[in-house]
């Protein structure tokens, strides 16, 4: 059978090979008219030939040939070489397409009234090129192994410029490579620019290098689909679209952009909201479905991925590196940082993997001004920036003074997470934003001074999921309350809180392994001094440096007289082992329990097997061997440290 | 498989439809109706001035009213001349509206004015 279909698929490309094609050509550019589809062909007093309604000058045909060649209905083709290029064009399509060759710079203006779509073909090589269209219908670009650099500009200093605003779908032919770089000078927004929407599809290779602003900028949304695009430098952005971003599959490697990675804003003034298919969608959204996104941002302030709108993670692996300091925003007047990803908007993360590292003054993993909700995936975070302060006048970008008496608009603290918007009227505060983490891994990680987690400046809720938090101050902030109901949550702060609620702080359940600094902070913090409480009833709970004072305790918390570092212990529940947990080189002094049951502990345990946690630090369903128990008191609430006190 | 094969057949009928109108000829009509068909093998169309050369004939531009792809040639003459109807011939013309002698025939189509009326030749 497969025999036959071979068969006749060869004797069909054979007969369609055999098409009689009459060739008008017109200086660089030919257009092919297929016999079949002629019809009369009319003369007009000597001066006009029209051909297909194609109404040629006679005094501009340079020859007309006819031959066995095929032309499919709808295409033109470019074929760069050198200082030149060659232009065919199909005959159904020619009534409507005004093309211009200078040199190796192509324009090709599409009429008003067209009606079908054209298919551009771009193939060859120019050191000095470009390829410019213009129209109002949807097309397609097939880049097939082009290599083009807009060296001195004729029609647009982008190497590729298509000015319309239809959909625009960019084929990256499976198999090819494709260079393209930009004038050095000049007004273009991108060196592959598109008014319209671009959706990439494909699997070939697009390498884009974008001399003045973005290396791809798209005036609608973005799509990518299979294609692999390589930004290898940009003076904007790497990828800059409006209405919404989605990659569905395929490569993204984004390196040396001044700016920002992936940068999505809205077209307007007011979002559409998320629709349907996302259909007419203008929202500033980006959607990270699949594919692999590699990220490089050496910019000041430059953001890895941006969103005006919200960002949803639901597939694929992503892998963000900044190493830009912070910067005073002239505009705004405040200080702004580097960010793996940023929203201004929500943050929803239901898949995937999600790799973060920010290492210059003030960077941060992951920031939104909305609700960041985490349901999977996994998201592994490090900065390891400096503290960055600017007033303006100033800069420091290993700020070591005391930020309690410095606005805010002033320093810029690097963190892991940050969540929501605080923001002040007179002396009230109103919160917005927070955080739910229903599952997912998160791997938090920060070194530099001032640098928390994970924070949030409203609520924060965790109900399931895996967190591990190395931190330089609190391990996990909450301006408001926080709530932990469920999940495996690890969260050792260096220099301040482990859990630090600057509301309430709920302990209903979960597996709470909380590492504070010496006293005066704490474990697990919450706001007393301002009448906020710690409440415990229920939960796994390891909690090296106490519990905050004055908490209300409905689950039973023991205490141990001394702990010992860098040590395996088993807590119990009943007969039941709960968690086996390693101790830090340091933390506080109180090591505070607590478990469901009757809730017992021994040290210098040995555990094997089991599933581990907390990057190695817990292990649950283990065998423990040897060690030897530890009296437990129960811990009197209103003898605890101090608290960590109100550290935003 | 059964449908792959059969939506291959249907393209194949397609492709064959289409290519079933083969043409030999492209065909010149002047403005005054006359057709001139030329063989499209090898058939290379040159444009000088206000001539039009398509293989070994040529036209005046402004003398041509459209051209089209045919299955034959659908060359036309006025009438059918006899040898006597160059008796007293008074002119001959190229389809220029050049003046020549007779002598001077090469292949291509010419307008022959005679006493007994006009007509085209086909000179092979």
């Known amino acids: 059978m497969k025999k036959i279909i071979t068969l006749l698929a060869a004797v069909m490309l054979c007969i369609g090979a055999m098409a009689q094609t009459l060739n008008v050509a017109t200086g660089n550019v030919t257009y092919k008219f297929p016999a079949t589809q002629t019809g009369e062909m009319t003369y007009a007093d000597g001066s006009t030939l029209t051909i297909m309604g194609k109404v040629f000058a006679i005094d501009e045909i340079s020859g007309i040939t006819i031959d066995n060649s095929a032309v499919a209905d709808g295409t033109i083709s470019v074929a760069y070489d050198g200082a030149s290029a060659q232009v065919i064009v199909a005959g159904n399509i020619a009534k409507y397409v005004t093309p211009a060759v200078e040199g190796a710079h192509v324009s090709i203006a599409q009429s008003e009234d067209l009606a079908k779509e054209i298919t551009y073909t771009l193939s060859g090589s120019s050191a000095d090129g470009e390829f410019y269209t213009s129209g109002a219908y949807k097309a397609t670009i097939e880049l097939n192994g082009l290599n083009l650099t807009n060296a001195t500009p004729v029609y647009s200093g982008a190497a590729v410029h298509v000015q319309n605003s239809k959909r625009i779908k960019v084929k990256v032919i499976t198999g090819t490579t494709n260079w393209l770089t930009d004038a050095s000078s000049g007004s273009q927004k991108g060196c592959l620019y598109i008014k319209g929407h671009a959706e990439f599809a494909q699997y070939g290779t697009l390498n884009v290098v974008g001399n003045v602003k973005h290396a791809i900028k798209t005036g609608e949304y973005c799509t990518i689909k299979n294609a692999t695009l390589n930004v290898t430098s940009a003076v904007g952005d790497g990828i800059s679209c409006n209405q919404y971003f989605l990659i569905e599959s395929g490569n993204v490697n984004i390196e040396g952009t001044d700016d920002d990675g992936i940068q999505c804003d809205l077209e307007g003034t007011t979002s559409t909201g998320e629709t349907t298919d996302h259909e007419d969608e203008d929202t500033g959204n980006i959607y990270l479905q699949g594919g692999n996104i590699t990220i490089n941002c050496p910019g000041i302030a430059a953001k890895g991925i941006k969103a005006a709108g919200d960002i949803f993670i639901s597939g694929g692996n992503i892998d963000i590196t900044t190493t830009g300091k912070g910067m005073w925003d002239t505009e705004d007047l405040e200080t702004k940082a580097a960010c793996g990803i940023s929203a201004d908007g929500n943050i929803t993360i239901s898949g995937g993997t999600s790799k973060m590292k920010s290492t210059g003054s003030g960077g941060k993993g992951m920031k939104c001004d909305g609700v960041l909700t985490v349901t999977d995936g996994t998201l592994d975070i490090v900065t390891t920036g400096a503290l960055y302060y600017n007033n303006g006048t100033s800069e420091n970008t290993n700020y070591t003074g005391n930020t309690d008496n410095v606005s805010s608009d002033n320093y810029s603290s690097p963190k892991g997470i940050k969540v929501g918007l605080k923001t002040q009227s007179g002396n009230s505060y109103t919160y917005s934003g927070g955080i739910d983490i229903s599952g997912g891994t998160i791997t938090v990680a920060t070194s530099g001074r001032n640098a928390e987690g994970i924070e949030s400046k409203n609520y924060i809720n965790i109900s399931g999921g895996h967190i591990t938090v190395n931190a330089y101050d609190d391990g996990i902030n909450s301006a408001q309350d926080m709530t932990i109901s469920g999940g495996y949550i690890y969260s050792r702060a260096m220099n301040n809180d482990g859990l630090d609620a600057n509301g309430n702080c709920y302990i209903k359940g979960g597996v709470v392994f909380a590492i504070g600094a010496s006293s005066p902070e704490v474990a697990i913090d919450a706001n007393s001094e301002e009448q906020k409480k710690l409440y415990v009833s229920g939960g796994t709970i390891v909690a090296i440096g106490g519990l905050e004072s004055g908490a209300s305790l409905t689950q039973a918390c023991y205490q141990a007289s001394q702990w010992s570092k860098n040590t395996w212990y088993a807590l119990y529940d009943g007969d039941q082992l709960a968690l086996a947990f390693h101790t830090p080189a340091s933390g506080g002094s109180r090591l505070v329990l607590s478990t469901s049951g009757t809730t017992t502990l021994k040290s210098g345990v040995s555990v094997t097997d089991g599933t581990e946690y907390f990057g190695g630090e817990g292990n649950i369903g283990g065998t423990v061997s040897g060690g030897s128990s530890v009296s437990l008191s129960t811990y009197n609430n209103t003898g605890g440290g101090g608290g960590g006190g109100f550290r935003p | ?124």
């Open chain 2, 1 to 124: 498989m059964k449908n792959r094969l059969f939506t291959l057949l249907i393209c194949l009928m397609g492709v064959l439809c289409t290519h079933a109108e083969d043409f030999t000829h492209l065909t010149f009509v002047t403005v005054d109706g006359e057709k001139v068909s030329m063989s499209i093998e090898n058939l290379e169309i040159s444009i000088s001035g206000n001539t039009l050369t398509a293989g070994n004939q040529s036209f005046t531009l402004v003398n041509l009213s459209k051209m089209y792809f045919s299955s034959s040639d659908e060359t036309t003459l006025l009438n059918e001349l006899k040898s006597t109807d160059f008796d007293g011939a008074a002119h001959i013309f190229d389809l220029n509206g050049r003046k020549v002698n007779h002598d001077q025939m090469t292949s291509g189509v010419y307008v022959i004015k005679t006493k007994q009326g006009t007509y085209k030749l086909m000179v092979r």
